[in-house]
């Protein structure tokens, strides 16, 4: 029976766990790619990281990302609820919400870079409708462009979380409905007492998936802003100080670092959710 388990645990351990202990000892080490070394220099990585003012500006843009998460769970569950009625046309209405996540990102960036521009579709109506008298740098001024960023990121998933709470809706029994109206229950109620407390195991798979979503953010800073403006993100980060600056034990521990975050983010979803039919 081992037998069997030979493949899989060495394809994890090529492919997961050496990468992660390789990389947690590259963060200890002034790595040069060229020459394939590494210089051990012990906490030097962490200590240059913690020193760094951009690491605390994409520690605070990640958790103003983390406020797309709720928004985009609360429409996308009543959206699949809207999507869940049998009315004439319905497939087609899922079929459009759908198309963006199915979008290239680079698409969408583009479309989205476009509708933002100084003189792009989004300035000229805001200015033609008299509520702005200049147009706004949508993605280049400080103060919009990381929440720029994060509407693209908001459109783009609408439609992927609502075809999974509409796959949860799909699963509850039609007869529990059915006994709710009988004793005289109402559509609130019928929504608050028993619709969101049998979709709670989907709710905590969507808010776990968000939330590290929120927290990796990189296709839409990358192709929006480049990271400029101040909307460096730590996946942005990462990036910049491997590709752009050639740090590699920096960039290393950067990652363990994001990492340890991404893993209490997971534990406090679990916990406010709960597991196993315990109460958050």
């Not at 509520?131 to 609408?158: H, Q």
């Amino acid at each position: 029976m081992f037998a069997f388990l030979i493949a899989p645990l060495t394809l994890l351990a090529i492919f997961t766990y050496y990468p992660i202990f390789r990389g947690v000892f590259l963060s200890f080490t002034e790595y040069n790619m060229l020459l394939q070394t590494g210089k051990w220099v012990g906490l030097k990585n962490y200590i240059s990281l913690f020193q760094d003012r951009y690491f605390y500006m994409a520690l605070g843009n990640i958790f103003k990302y983390l406020l797309v998460v709720p928004f985009i769970q609360f429409f996308s569950i009543l959206l699949a609820v809207a999507v869940n009625q049998r009315i004439p046309g319905i497939k087609i209405f899922r079929t459009l919400f759908y198309v963006p996540v199915i979008t290239g990102a680079v698409i969408v960036s583009m479309a989205w870079k476009w509708i933002f521009n100084v003189d792009g579709i989004l300035n000229n109506f805001l200015m033609n409708a008299g509520l702005i008298k200049e147009p706004i740098l949508w993605l280049t001024d400080a103060r919009f462009a990381i929440y720029s960023a994060m509407f693209v990121t908001f459109w783009r998933g609408l439609g992927y979380y609502m075809v999974i709470y509409l796959a949860g809706l799909q699963n509850i029994p039609s007869e529990i409905y059915e006994a709710a109206r009988i004793d005289g229950a109402n559509r609130r109620q019928i929504f608050f007492r028993i619709t969101i407390p049998l979709l709670r195991p989907t709710m905590l798979f969507c808010f776990i998936i968000s939330s590290l979503a929120a927290l990796k953010v990189f296709e839409e800073i990358y192709l929006l802003t480049q990271g400029g403006s101040e909307t460096t993100t730590m996946m942005y980060l990462i990036y910049d100080y491997a590709f752009n600056r050639y740090r590699f034990g920096i960039s290393a521990a950067a990652s363990v670092v994001f990492s340890l975050i991404l893993l209490v983010f997971t534990v406090i979803n679990f916990k406010f959710f709960g597991i196993g039919g315990e109460k958050g």
